[in-house]
């Protein structure tokens, strides 16, 4: 059973617009939520996240939004740039130091 | 610092042999975390460390995994008797202390096993 999922396996998105990645839970116990991305050949580098007693966090060109009640939240990137082309994770954490992870995005952003 | 480091960054083995992967974590880390990586499961949590000590291993797939942190600085991950279905990229990451940032885990490289 995936406690936390990532829907759309891709986006493309045209430079200079926003991309909005999504992301959906189903365990309430998590409490702390991240944002990783990922380049071929590398591991995953945090990018942002939030605490579940916020419900918007921004860190210059990114923001992630967190709706508890529907257990969601979403990256937005605004402007996007060619370099943001990469795969997004999400991933949550409760009790304890484990992450879990969603499946990824690939996000394409296109000059 | 130099990140998380892993070796080899590529193996390929036959069915049946011992692989070993490698880990140094970040210095003054001290939660230490193994990740297998494949399309079919995507990222997943094998087993990690605090402080030496191994905390959870319930992701660990089968007795032929073995993971061991003998001193803070070196991690090993060990298949024995390999299979092909072990192919996949395995990532070591460490964390720190504090509220949020023993969340906030950083991954090494990764190394690509390839078992034929």
């Known amino acids: 059973d995936q406690q936390v999922k990532q829907n759309s396996p891709s986006l493309s998105v045209q430079e200079g617009r926003i991309s909005i990645l999504n992301c959906d839970y189903t365990?309430?116990?998590?409490?702390?939520f991240l944002w990783y991305k990922k380049y071929p050949a590398e591991g995953p580098t945090f990018l942002i996240s939030?605490?579940?007693?916020?419900d918007k966090n921004e860190d210059g060109r990114f923001t992630v939004f967190l709706n508890k009640s529907a257990k969601h939240l979403s990256l937005h990137i605004v402007p996007s740039q060619p370099g943001d082309s990469a795969v997004y994770f999400c991933?949550?954490?409760?009790?304890?130091?484990?992450?879990?992870f969603g499946g990824g995005t690939r996000l394409m952003v296109k000059p | 610092d130099a990140g998380v480091i892993q070796s080899p960054r590529h193996e390929v083995t036959e069915m049946g042999q011992e692989v070993t992967l490698r880990c140094k974590p970040i210095?003054?880390?001290?939660?230490l975390f193994w990740y297998r990586q494949t399309m079919m499961r995507g990222l997943e949590l094998l087993i990690y460390?605090?402080?030496?000590?191994?905390?959870?291993d319930s992701g660990m797939p089968e007795d032929r995994f073995s993971a061991k942190m003998p001193n803070a600085s070196f991690s090993t991950l060990k298949i024995q008797p390999s299979e092909p279905r072990d192919s996949a990229v395995y990532f070591c990451?460490?964390?720190?202390?504090?509220?949020?940032?023993?969340?906030?885990?950083?991954f090494g490289p990764g190394t690509r096993l390839t078992v034929t």
């Open positions: 991933a949550a954490s409760g009790a304890g130091n484990m992450l879990t």
């Open positions: 365990n309430s116990m998590f409490d702390y």
């Open positions: 460390f605090n402080n030496n000590v191994p905390i959870d």
């Open positions: 939030i605490s579940s007693i916020k």
């Open positions: 210095s003054g880390h001290d939660y």
């Open positions: 990451a460490s964390s720190g202390q504090g509220p949020h940032s023993s969340y906030e885990q950083y």
